[in-house]
């Protein structure tokens, strides 16, 4: 394909990578594979993957190398947010996966009670720039030992006496003994752009991209919900679902005392909200996920 294109900055491999590819094929931008390539086009929308490690991906974005990167929040704090350079770089979505957070953990048998309890103290992390930050923002002045990995050891070893690292079930720091005390950053995926601008060609192909994705992430957070009720329970059953537009009501029957009603739900329908729709008369209520939306 000739004419502008844009460059999409992706992890290589690691936990991002996968659920990054998947959304862009539910996009309609898919991508064959080819396994130690580093750079792979896009037969279906002008897009390059720009393979690389998760690490590069912000520099790479603010740097102009990619138009555009998937990557955590937590990595896009360490390597440029933390460092003072919020303009450089604007996070365009949340992506909804990769979920984790940047968590102060402490040796078990250790007392705690608020973040002044780390004065003085040495904390292990792999990200030391968003560490200091949070800690000076804290008024707490502690000693940041740099980790590039396994810092959840570093108690045992002697190396520090807390630890500052990823999280997600907090399984890895309960085996080494620690407990989580505070947390730093709640993280997730993001796309983000530079903040420079690009060429108009290539701004309006990052618009079309956007489009897709807005209707992509609605249809993945939203569900469509149908159940069958007595007709003059719908006023109540509108009440009770979770904001959204006028549903759909068909009479069943002859008689039309029974109804079916259908509707878009804009977020997911718990639980608890089945309950209260079951007393309020609905039956047979159905919960479905929905593939795409577009307004
Ligand atoms: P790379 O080789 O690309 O540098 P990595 O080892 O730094 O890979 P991964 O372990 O694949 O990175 O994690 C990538 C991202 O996944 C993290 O930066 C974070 O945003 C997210 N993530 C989600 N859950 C977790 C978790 N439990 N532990 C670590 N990262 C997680
Ligand atoms: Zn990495």
């Given at each position: 394909?000739?004419?502008?294109?844009?460059?999409?900055?992706?992890?290589?491999?690691?936990?991002?990578?996968?659920?990054?590819?998947?959304?862009?094929?539910?996009?309609?931008?898919?991508?064959?594979?080819?396994?130690?390539?580093?750079?792979?086009?896009?037969?279906?929308?002008?897009?390059?993957?720009?393979?690389?490690?998760?690490?590069d991906?912000?520099?790479?974005?603010r740097?102009?190398?990619c138009?555009?990167?998937?990557?955590?929040?937590?990595?896009?704090?360490?390597?440029?947010?933390?460092?003072?350079?919020?303009?450089?770089?604007?996070?365009?979505?949340?992506?909804?996966?990769?979920?984790?957070?940047?968590?102060?953990?402490?040796?078990?048998?250790?007392?705690?009670?608020?973040?002044?309890?780390?004065?003085?103290?040495?904390?292990?992390t792999?990200?030391?720039?968003?560490?200091?930050?949070?800690?000076?923002?804290?008024?707490?002045?502690?000693?940041?030992?740099?980790?590039?990995?396994?810092?959840?050891?570093?108690?045992?070893?002697?190396?520090?006496?807390?630890?500052?690292?990823?999280?997600?079930?907090?399984?890895?720091l309960?085996?080494?003994?620690?407990?989580?005390?505070?947390?730093?950053?709640?993280?997730?995926?993001?796309?983000?752009?530079?903040?420079?601008?690009?060429?108009?060609?290539?701004?309006?192909?990052?618009?079309?991209?956007?489009?897709?994705?807005d209707?992509v992430?609605?249809?993945l957070?939203?569900?469509?919900?149908?159940?069958?009720?007595?007709?003059?329970a719908?006023?109540a059953?509108?009440?009770?679902?979770?904001g959204?537009?006028?549903?759909?009501?068909?009479?069943?029957?002859?008689?039309?005392?029974?109804?079916?009603?259908?509707?878009?739900?804009?977020?997911?329908?718990?639980?608890?909200?089945?309950?209260?729709?079951?007393?309020?008369?609905?039956?047979?209520?159905?919960?479905?996920p929905?593939?795409?939306?577009?307004?």
């Amino acid at each position: 394909m000739t004419g502008p294109r844009l460059r999409l900055g992706v992890q290589k491999s690691g936990r991002l990578s996968e659920r990054s590819i998947g959304l862009l094929k539910r996009c309609g931008v898919g991508f064959g594979w080819r396994k130690g390539h580093l750079v792979v086009s896009s037969g279906d929308f002008p897009i390059d993957l720009i393979l690389v490690r998760d690490d590069d991906i912000p520099e790479y974005v603010r740097d102009g190398v990619c138009h555009l990167g998937v990557v955590g929040l937590n990595v896009l704090e360490e390597k440029v947010y933390a460092r003072g350079r919020r303009d450089s770089v604007e996070i365009l979505r949340r992506l909804g996966f990769g979920q984790c957070r940047l968590s102060l953990a402490l040796p078990r048998e250790q007392p705690f009670e608020n973040l002044h309890d780390f004065a003085g103290r040495s904390i292990a992390t792999s990200y030391p720039n968003t560490l200091q930050s949070f800690m000076a923002e804290q008024g707490v002045d502690v000693e940041v030992v740099e980790i590039t990995g396994s810092v959840e050891i570093t108690p045992m070893l002697g190396v520090a006496d807390a630890v500052c690292d990823l999280v997600s079930t907090g399984a890895t720091l309960r085996t080494h003994g620690l407990r989580e005390v505070a947390t730093v950053l709640e993280s997730e995926a993001v796309l983000i752009r530079a903040g420079t601008s690009w060429d108009p060609a290539q701004e309006e192909l990052s618009r079309r991209l956007l489009n897709r994705l807005d209707g992509v992430l609605r249809a993945l957070r939203a569900k469509y919900i149908m159940m069958n009720a007595p007709r003059e329970a719908v006023a109540a059953i509108e009440e009770i679902l979770p904001g959204l537009e006028t549903p759909t009501v068909i009479p069943l029957g002859q008689d039309g005392k029974r109804v079916a009603i259908h509707a878009v739900a804009p977020e997911d329908v718990f639980w608890e909200t089945m309950g209260r729709l079951k007393d309020a008369g609905a039956s047979s209520i159905l919960v479905v996920p929905i593939e795409k939306i577009i307004e």
